[in-house]
């Protein structure tokens, strides 16, 4: 498993679809993963520290959690099938680990606001993952450059399918909707 942080969000301008940027942690590769706008929400509310006036669903995960003593230990997105994203959130609660199958924009706004890891399989990385053009990690107007395969899961992504998805981050306004972790 790789371990990830959310980079950012960003908005298309084209069509105003939302996608988090999960990027390694000891590497250079990004993965974004399509999301819905109240997600997208969620997410980027937890990282900026803006706090709901009533609680989010997410909210009430973690206080529910927390109130039966249990604890989320971490996120991991763990399968990408049919171009869906599959995620797991992995809560310990005594002796006994229970594994809960999510979509990766919930189990993503939950793990920042229990600060667990997100955790992402190497396969899953290997076939989606991005990794954008130039050594300079800052350099945000990056457009993706490579797609990189994973030839023991079936070989390479079909370069066709990828196409939309590359086109649609093309078209990000990387400045106006760049929502960045502080810490």
């Known amino acids: 498993m790789i371990e990830t942080v959310v980079e950012s969000i960003r908005v298309s301008l084209v069509n105003q ?22 997600e997208a929400e969620a997410i980027a509310m937890e990282i ?16 529910i959690v927390a109130d039966l003593n249990g604890q989320i230990e971490r996120v991991l997105v763990s399968d990408l099938t049919d171009e869906i994203y599959y995620a797991t959130i ?7 680990t229970v594994d809960i199958d999510a979509r990766p924009s919930d189990a993503i ?18 076939r989606a993952s991005l990794v954008p053009d130039g050594d300079d990690d800052e350099d945000e107007s ?15 992504p079909d370069d066709e399918r990828l196409t939309v998805f590359r086109d ?5 306004d990387l400045e ?8």
């Open 142 to 156: 990056a457009t993706p450059a490579t797609v990189e395969a994973d030839a023991t899961a079936g070989g390479a």
């Open 17 to 38: 679809n939302r996608v988090v940027i999960l990027k390694e942690v000891d590497g250079p590769r990004h993965l974004p993963i399509w999301i819905g706008v109240w």
């Open 48 to 63: 900026q520290g803006v706090n709901a006036a009533r609680p989010l669903p997410y909210d009430l995960v973690k206080s």
């Open 109 to 126: 706004a939950i793990a920042v606001r229990a600060k667990v890891p997100i955790l992402v399989s190497e396969r899953v990385m290997d």
């Open 176 to 183: 106006d909707f760049d929502k960045r972790s502080k810490g």
């Open 90 to 96: 992995v809560l310990r609660h005594g002796d006994r």
């Open 168 to 172: 649609f981050i093309n078209t990000l």
